[in-house]
């Protein structure tokens, strides 16, 4: 199976059938899975995941600030998908060992793009160049859920992430 298929079916398999809320555990296994170091305060403690799961909107605290965690959703479902040199970065909230295109123009399925708004980052599913649209799925995408949206404008992505 090619790569970016690959990609693909595990970013629908989270959300599928439409949106899921992970359990606390999972939340804790996309950090260690985005190449975070719980043994470096990079990763939220079970306590820290359960809270944010029961509670917050968005995110998770590690190290005692707020965590959004689309982005290590995203590099989590890559590196499931087999590519092992990319990795989060905790404290600036972009992807280490990717290649960064700014815009939109040229982005594929399986690329991880990026809004402005909040700096979301997402799985692009399908591209319709036509309409000038995309179908993703996203990671912390409002009450901790991961949720396949249909339709969205590319306008607002300002870059995104290669897969190799």
């Not at 939109?104 to 990026?114: C, E, L, M, S």
Request: proline content about 4%; charged content about 20%; aromatic content about 12%.
């Amino acid at each position: 199976m090619a790569l970016r298929d690959r990609v693909c079916e595990l970013a629908w398999f989270w959300a599928s059938p439409g949106m899921w809320r992970p359990e606390p555990g999972y939340l804790v296994d996309f950090f260690k899975g985005a190449g975070l170091k719980p043994e470096l305060g990079e990763v939220p403690t079970m306590k820290a995941a359960e809270y944010a799961i029961k509670n917050l909107a968005y995110g998770v605290k590690v190290g005692g600030q707020t965590k959004h965690w689309c982005g290590i959703f995203a590099v989590y479902v890559w590196r499931e998908a087999g590519l092992t040199a990319p990795r989060w970065n905790l404290s600036n909230g972009q992807i280490l060992n990717a290649k960064k295109i700014w815009g939109h123009k040229g982005i594929q399925r399986g690329d991880i793009a990026v809004v402005k708004e909040h700096s979301h980052h997402f799985i692009i599913m399908d591209v319709d160049e036509e309409s000038g649209t995309v179908d993703s799925v996203d990671g912390n995408a409002g009450n901790q859920y991961i949720k396949f949206i249909t339709g969205k404008n590319v306008a607002p992505i300002v870059a995104y992430y290669r897969l190799a």
